[in-house]
């Protein structure tokens, strides 16, 4: 008998009905919500009159439309931002669900608070509308984004009907180079293989530099899934995910801790599992990386210039990658890292957790953002902004000329109402560079926390590791 994939182990245990077809009526043990689509959801659920079957497992927060800067209320830069915001807060009292408001030290980004509190476990499944929720795959979930509609029907029954994903296991062999992140790793893979290279899979991500990864490059590599087109992605959890999970908030305690524990533990595929497909990368082969195009596989190693049009990969096609270089103000075969930038963008729920922002600080400290760079760093929770300041890093961002806001989505995306210039080049620590993602017209460059940092130091895309030592 072939063995299990962790994630047909979870599919089993939660499955409640066969529907036939490949679907399956699912489990749901957790929802989070953000003010995008929590209220807009809960709103339409009361007006069915129906309630939250289980307030307990559900959670609230406000993160993609508020403001970040100092001193926010409940007023916004996006013209309806309000009405999002107060119709979720009225909404979450209504249900009795967790709310993490305006003001709530658990506030922040929903796939950093989810994590930092404990509300994502091993073996859980876990919903929210919202892409990026594979993101929480890293601790050994099986979580996913859905539709406003779906929540609902997650709300108000804690199921869904599901088509079940293939599988995929993607082997990363050896360790990762000095000044090499999972950003770079990600990005390296989407090169590769393509922006569609998960389509309807659930990724897992196995091999020694994953394993090497502590949990916050975990959620890192989990979150950049949305862009390989992966239903979800995820990591088995291990010894480094017991020790960041107990003693958080919402981990279990006591002798349920430990009877939670000898369950997570067999929450791995089986040696003999067989995987829809196998995908290997060689860590060795992965260096620092930034997007030079308007999709995340438009990527190419720092030191590496512009593909030109007879260089092309198999999973790039010559009319996406024309529209890319003229929109992008680039020429093929040009160098990127090199490139004068306008602004310099931390945070998103990719890259703006503690990690990150003390990797950041260590490049920034005792230099100065370059003239006429616009600095920003957003911190992904209220309790990452805290440890940071309580570290001094605020100090060191603020003394090299970064802007340092209060916890949120911000400038990941225009959605939030705030943006960059139209033509204004922007190298950022978020996960994607569509175009206008940042702002109408904006130019976006996606690279690793470090690279950011460098970068806005040097006023040009600049590799970390070539940064001129301080005097």
Known sequence: MTGRTAFEKIWQAHLIADLGEGTGLIAIDRVMLHERTGGVALNSLREKHRDVAMPAQVFATMDHV???????????????????????????????????????????????????????????????????????????????????????????????????????RVTVSGKLGIGVTAKDLALHMLARFGSAGAKGHVVEYAGEAVAALDIEARLTLCNMATEFSAFSAFIAADEKTFAYLQGRAFAPTGAAWDAAVADWRTM???????????????AADIAPMVSWGTSPQQAIPLDRAVPRTDELSAVEAPEAHARALDYMGLEQGAAVSGLAID???????????????????????????????????????????AAAEAEGIDAVFRAAGFEWREAGCSMCFFAGGESFGAQERVISSTNRNFESRQGPGTRTHLASPETVAASAIAGRITDPRMLDPLP
């Open 66 to 168: 508020v403001d970040t800067f100092p001193g926010r209320t409940d007023r916004t830069t996006m013209p309806t931002g309000t009405q999002f915001i107060t119709a979720t807060r009225e909404a979450a009292l209504a249900a009795g669900i967790s709310l993490f408001d305006l003001g709530d030290p658990r506030q922040g980004i929903v796939h950093v608070i989810s994590p930092e509190m404990g509300i994502v476990l091993p073996g859980v499944t876990l919903v929210c509308p919202d892409s990026h929720t594979c993101s929480q795959g890293a601790l050994g979930a099986l979580a996913w984004g859905i539709g406003s509609t779906e929540a609902e029907h997650a709300l108000a029954t804690t199921t869904l009907r599901v088509r079940k994903p293939k599988t995929m």
């Open 268 to 282: 791995t595929s089986d040696a003999d599992a067989a995987f829809d497909v196998e995908l290997y990368v060689d």
């Open 343 to 385: 602004a310099a963008f931390i945070g998103s729920c990719t890259n703006s957790r503690l990690s990150d922002l003390r990797r950041a600080a260590d490049i920034l400290r005792g230099r100065t953002v370059a003239a006429g760079v616009k600095a920003i760093c957003v911190p992904g929770s209220s309790q990452v902004k």
